[in-house]
């Protein structure tokens, strides 16, 4: 997620109760202090790495030219900040025990303690303390052994040439990723804007009211529209659903709700058509990475086994840099890279068996086992 220093994831509406206005729910004070946090605590920010994409291409130099070495990341310090939302999460403490009396009270409490996570991870960001932090709010789950099977049949997919008529991703051609993600945002008039950044090692991101869009890098038509999908249908509209709906915590997710939005995307990625073997190669990759930093493994160990596995040196850096952000390259990272297939998994097994759940999960940031109780307030009301 880029910093501003920089160079620039519906039931039958009979079947409803009676929803209250917002202003006089019992969760409404809570909703709108737990929101404010989760804008305010930035977590993919604050493990992005100062001036990322200068050092990024150090590395691809360096390592292509036999020198490998750790990466040397800076990072912004925002201890003072961190530790004042937590004072202010510790405050909410009595209104969100109050609220367990009411039915949603639960999914509330739940989401305030993964905040705690992500803002004890941001305290630690750059210290050797950081990989633990991280590991408890990006732990793997009960279905990482079907996703690492998963990553397995997927790396030893082979790619299927096709057409690579290529583009920048930040072109003003009207088929670069930039422009089609602008003529998406418009017609389906998207509260976001569109802009890139060299930060990024993703093709593209959602923080805030913005989709950013990685600067510089070459993308063919299938890559383009894979990531359209990803990024509007997966990520925007769902975003932009949530401001519509009575409840905020659509907007505010739920616990494990962002995680869930991935496997989401990825699910949609797959219903649509526009995955393939190398899409599939390169997430196995992602996997095994985080696998590899959680084993032991340094940022130089996991780059070599990524290229011994056919990875391009580029690409190994950029999904290094995913692994350890966060860290010093020495230890271990973020590694949230660990729950997208897992997540793929899980809604993929969940919208096999109960296809009419799509709507609820696509109303907002909201978990599979979030969606029983949030189905009847997945309503856009006038």
């Known amino acids: 997620m880029p910093r501003r220093s920089r160079p620039a994831r519906p039931r ?25 946090l989760a804008r305010s605590i930035g977590l993919l920010g604050a493990v992005t790495p100062r001036d990322a994409h200068l050092e990024r291409a150090r590395l691809i130099s360096d390592f292509t030219r036999g ?27 009595p209104a969100l025990r109050a609220l367990e ?32 932090r991280a590991a408890a709010r990006f732990a793997p789950g009960p279905r990482h052994a079907a996703a690492d099977a998963l990553a397995e049949r997927w790396s030893a997919e082979v790619d299927v040439p096709r057409d690579r008529d290529t583009v920048h991703s930040d072109d003003r051609d009207p088929r670069s990723l930039v422009s089609r993600l602008r003529a998406e945002v418009a017609q389906r008039a998207l509260p976001f804007a569109v802009r890139t950044s060299p930060a990024l090692s993703a093709l593209a991101a959602i923080s ?17 529209e894979r990531t359209v999908v990803h990024e509007i249908d997966a990520h925007a509209v769902p975003r932009a659903r949530a401001r519509k709906l009575t409840l905020g915590l659509f907007a505010l997710g739920t616990a494990g709700g962002t995680d869930d939005q991935e496997g989401y995307a990825l699910w949609l990625e797959e219903k649509r058509g526009v995955s ?9 990759a992602r996997h095994r990475a985080v696998r590899l930093m959680r084993e032991g493994a340094d940022f130089v160990a996991v780059v070599r086994a990524l290229t011994r596995g056919g ?14 952000r966060g860290s010093n390259g020495a230890s271990p990272g973020l590694g949230r890279e660990q729950v997208y297939l897992e997540a793929f998994v899980r809604v993929q097994e969940h919208l096999d068996a109960r296809p009419g759940d799509e709507p609820v999960l696509a109303a907002g940031q909201v978990a599979v086992r ?13």
């Open 208 to 224: 805030g009211d913005t989709v950013w869009v990685a600067e510089g890098r070459l993308l063919d038509a299938a890559d383009v």
């Open 67 to 93: 020198r490998d070495r750790l990466p040397v990341w800076r990072y912004d310090v925002t201890s003072a900040t961190h530790s004042h939302r937590l004072r202010v999460l510790d405050a909410l403490g």
């Open 311 to 324: 990875i391009a040196v580029d690409a190994a850096i950029r999904i290094a840099e995913r692994a350890f």
């Open 370 to 382: 979030a969606i029983d109780a949030l189905a009847p307030w997945a309503v856009v009301r006038a």
């Open 276 to 284: 393939g073997p190398g899409r599939h190669r390169e997430l196995a």
């Open 101 to 132: 009396r009411e039915p949603l009270g639960r999914l509330y409490r739940e989401r305030a303690e993964e905040l705690r996570l992500e803002l004890e991870a941001a305290l630690a960001v750059g210290t050797p303390s950081f990989g633990e």
């Open 12 to 36: 039958d509406a009979q079947a409803d109760p009676p929803v209250p206005r917002a202003e006089a729910s019992p969760y409404a004070s809570v909703d709108a202090e737990l929101r404010s």
